[in-house]
């Protein structure tokens, strides 16, 4: 084949190109390396300034999430970033970005203690590669995510002005101004409480949570239940929004349940109805972000330091049901027997002691009816063994009490779950709950046999002042009634009618009345403060139009008031004849109480008597029918049978009654003279 003389010369410089491109020398022509890499960018990193108004940053660190870090950089709750050094008396932090388009975010804490309570967040590429956090305080608020300061002056023109927050509280002085409620003279004698946790009842705005004005759209279903006294868990402002036990502010309600007058509203329609308002109050500790406390934290000459326990060295040897009390807040140790976020109040300082006492003046003239106290046996501590039930606890309660006698018509009662014997006596709290009765009672409907627990405390001489009762908001209290019982309805009669008829002022945790049960999906004391089921939908129980704030109980669909009202089998119906038998009989709560069983019996036979008037109640926790003697003290008399049977008894000459109780039921006999 011949090829002409142009084709050659294009081949020629074919061949030079290519080799002009891949090179000539050494490695026979190969394919060129590629290009090196960019340099990379410079180290891109956040700088926080931590300020307190004493320097100490021992145990504060910051804990660090979000897409502006590696995941290597993010740190847990339990093992925080320590700051990289301290200069001019700040806690600096170097934090490496990886993006600065990313939100990058951190809380400043010692343990649980955070300082400032909120989250903080920036993204750097907006904000900027330097922040300052100050202790207690934010630039600014974006909901309830902090904005930390973008530039000193402004960061130390507000550690400067730290130490005044109390100045935003009502600290006055209050003088008494009784008022009459309207309510029945003797109330407080033989009332029927209903113990209610206001977020959970009933909620009038679809936000999810319950508040003021949904309980005040129920007070028709407690009075048409027979209900005769309220008690609210807490309902002053709060920094936990949830149980309320973190107190910020003792004289204002918590904003999510609404204004101070709907709470006025509130006791209003309640006393209309004939039914009392009892508050939680705790004097033990208050909230870590009350401005109380926020003041005494900032340094050790503050004018609210000796307001809390503190301790300019770790203390040694404690140990408490929450552990070691002692918390360190980088300026000293203080003591909160619960946890970091609820220090204990000293209450050896009189300042303080005047200031709960005038707390308590200030909603006793508001027309609230009394108060339940919270956590009376860790008032005061006297060293690392001796923190629990000391003597100071009774004078204190002693001198509450007096304050609330000084008012008409008022109640109060005190939770002090190993000792309730000593805080029931006339020169402490004057009432404590029986907390080592529910579980003897339940045993007693479940066994067939009256329980000694049980039996013991009804023969206590100080046992009208130990109200009963089988369930409450705390977790170490048991279960809900329901779950503790297995469902089974004829023991949860038994064990209802046990306490109601046997108490002088028993309490019902709300939803008892009608079965509620724990959320299945929650654990602790989450579980046994479920919205309340007022219908079966299984979306929102007829607590909310909303999204319920949390997970309803696991029954609902079945254990609700709308599938129990006016069906006669039902708890709720129950309940609600155990409660208008007390109000139509008074004497079953405030007669002199003549119990005539001992342990181990199958029957519980107890009498109540007084202003002539005389009730039976015998009940059958056995399986099979009773027959039983009580000796009434009115000879030759008739008894009409109130509850759980029908017909009449005579007594005999010697004024004894002899009834027939069926298996597993309740009867009750009255006599007026």
């Known amino acids: 084949m011949r090829f002409s003389r142009r084709l050659i010369l294009e081949f020629l410089a074919a061949v030079a190109a290519a080799l002009l491109i891949g090179g000539c020398g050494g490695g026979g022509g190969g394919s060129a390396p590629p290009p090196p890499p960019p340099p990379p960018p410079p180290a891109q990193t956040v700088e926080f300034s931590y300020l307190r108004v004493d320097p100490a940053y021992d145990g504060w660190g910051l804990h660090l999430w979000g897409g502006a870090i590696d995941a290597s950089v993010a740190t847990t709750w339990n093992a925080p970033r320590m700051p990289d050094r301290i200069e001019n008396n700040a806690a600096i932090f170097e934090i490496p970005i990886v993006d ?182 705790v004097m033990n500790h208050a909230a870590s972000t009350n401005p109380l406390f926020l003041d005494a934290s900032t340094s050790g000459t503050n004018d609210k330091r000796d307001w809390f326990i503190w301790s300019s060295s770790r203390p040694l040897g404690w140990n408490t049901f929450a552990g070691d009390p002692w918390r360190n807040n980088g300026n000293g140790w203080y003591y909160g027997v619960f946890s970091a976020l609820m220090p204990d109040f000293d209450l050896r300082n009189p300042e303080v002691v005047t200031y709960h006492q005038d707390n308590l003046r200030f909603w006793l003239n508001k027309g609230v009816d009394g108060f339940r106290f919270d956590a009376v046996g860790v008032l005061f501590e006297n060293g690392p063994s001796a923190w629990n039930n000391q003597p100071e606890n009774h004078p204190l309660l002693g001198d509450a009490a007096t304050i609330i006698g000084g008012y008409s018509k008022r109640y109060q009662v005190c939770e002090a779950p190993d000792d309730p014997v000593a805080y029931s006596a006339p020169t402490s709290c004057g009432r404590a709950f029986a907390f080592q009765a529910p579980g003897a009672i339940l045993n007693s409907a479940r066994s067939g046999l009256v329980d000694v627990g049980f039996a013991n405390q009804l023969f206590m001489a100080n046992t009208d002042n130990m109200p009963l009762f089988l369930s409450n908001h705390d977790s170490f209290a048991g279960a809900r009634v329901w779950n503790q019982l297995g469902g089974n309805d004829t023991e949860y009669k038994l064990a209802a009618a046990s306490y109601l008829l046997s108490a002088r002022t028993p309490f019902t945790y709300y939803g008892e009345e009608i079965g509620l049960a724990n959320a299945s999906s929650l654990g602790g004391d989450h579980a046994l403060r479920t919205p309340m089921s007022w219908t079966g939908d299984t979306a929102n129980a007829g607590f909310t139009t909303g999204t319920p704030f949390r997970d309803l109980s696991a029954n609902v ?20 004849g155990l409660y208008q038998l007390r109000q139509t009989y008074p004497v079953i709560g405030a007669g002199t109480l003549d119990v005539q069983s001992s342990a181990l019996e199958p029957v519980l036979v107890l009498n109540r008597s007084g202003g002539g008037a005389t009730a039976v109640v015998a009940i059958n926790y056995d399986t099979s029918q009773q027959v039983v003697t009580s000796a009434t003290g009115v000879p030759s008399t008739a008894f009409d049978a109130v509850f759980g049977t029908s017909g009449q008894l005579i007594s005999d000459g010697a004024g004894d009654l002899t009834l027939t109780v069926p298996a597993r039921s309740v009867v009750v006999y009255f006599n007026q003279q």
């Open 557 to 576: 669909a079945t254990h609700n008031v709308a599938a129990e009202t006016g069906n006669g089998n039902s708890l709720l119906e129950y309940y609600r």
């Open 100 to 281: 600065q388009a990313q939100p990058l975010n951190f809380i400043a804490h010692n343990g649980d203690l955070k300082s400032p309570i909120y989250d903080l967040s920036i993204t750097p590429q907006t904000f900027g590669n330097a922040a300052w956090i100050v202790q207690d305080e934010v630039a600014s608020l974006n909901g309830n995510i902090g904005v930390p300061f973008d530039n000193e002056t402004a960061a130390l023109a507000a550690l400067a002005a730290l130490g005044n927050k109390s100045a935003t509280l009502d600290l006055g002085n209050v003088p008494v101004q009784d008022s009459d409620s309207g309510l029945d003279a003797a109330w407080a004698q033989s009332a029927s409480f209903i113990e209610i946790y206001v977020r959970g009842y009933q909620d009038s705005d679809g936000d999810g949570v319950g508040d003021f004005q949904g309980l005040i759209s129920r007070l028709d279903y407690l009075r048409d239940l027979g209900v005769t006294g309220i008690w609210l868990m807490p309902i002053t402002e709060s920094a936990d929004n949830d149980h309320g036990y973190a107190v910020e502010n003792y004289r204002d309600v918590e904003s999510d349940y609404g204004s101070m007058a709907d709470f006025e509203q509130l006791i209003a329609q309640a006393h209309s109805r004939g039914i009392a308002i009892i508050i939680d109050y």
